[in-house]
């Protein structure tokens, strides 16, 4: 039995994407853009930073970062393209915020 409770609450200063309200699984395509994807990465850290414990909604956004960080590596390497190196910086900050939290 679990203890305590689940908040599925929109945090403040999360990207818009990282909501359950949002009701999309899928990020969009201005993740990616290289300005976008630094500043998501940050906004999540900074929350999670602040946070006492780890939130559902938090590990809603480091999940769905993941995912589409791990998706896009997974193309790359099919299509024979070099990864580029933000998407390896990201999925690291993200690796590095988990552990922090936890």
Do not use: Y
Request: aromatic share 6%.
């Amino acid at each position: 039995m679990l203890r305590g409770s689940l908040s599925f609450q929109d945090i403040d200063g999360l990207p818009d994407w990282a909501s359950w309200s949002s009701g999309d699984s899928n990020l969009p395509d201005s993740f990616f853009d290289e300005d976008r994807l630094g500043l998501a990465i940050t906004d999540i850290g900074t929350v999670a930073s602040s946070v006492d414990r780890m939130e559902a909604t938090l590990v809603l956004a480091l999940g769905l970062a993941l995912r589409a960080l791990n998706t896009a590596r997974e193309a790359n390497a099919v299509f024979g393209i070099p990864l580029n190196p933000k998407i390896a910086d990201a999925e690291g900050q993200i690796v590095q915020t988990i552990q922090l939290t936890v």
